[in-house]
């Protein structure tokens, strides 16, 4: 891991558990969708794909965290809509494409 490198994949913060509980299924499949449309058919760095999160989306509220992003495209990737090569956790050296 080099200096500064953010890891994700651990816990949140109360305040941030709070603002994700709050979400409604339909702002869930709002982030989803939005994930989705930033991951295309070509490998993409996840960091980049995270950083397309971070501009305002209809229906989503402004403070969900950027962790709670990645915890829905590890979903993603999990259910199989999206391939991943390298370690998930480390954005900058791992990459995603749509199946």
Do not use: H
Not at 58 to 72: A, F, K, S
Not at 79 to 88: A, H, K, P, S, T
Request: proline share 5%; aromatic share 8%.
């Amino acid at each position: 891991m080099e200096p500064g490198e953010y890891l994700f994949g651990g816990a949140m913060d109360a305040a941030e558990l709070e603002v994700v509980s709050a979400l409604t299924p339909a702002q869930v499949a709002a982030i989803d969708a939005a994930i989705l449309s930033d991951v295309s058919a070509s490998w993409s760095k996840v960091a980049k794909v995270l950083g397309k999160q971070l501009k305002a989306r209809p229906g989503v509220p402004d403070d969900v965290p950027l962790d709670y992003y990645w915890q829905r495209l590890s979903f993603l990737v999990n259910q199989g809509r999206v391939e991943v090569q390298g370690n998930l956790c480390r954005a900058r050296y791992s990459e995603v494409r749509l199946r």
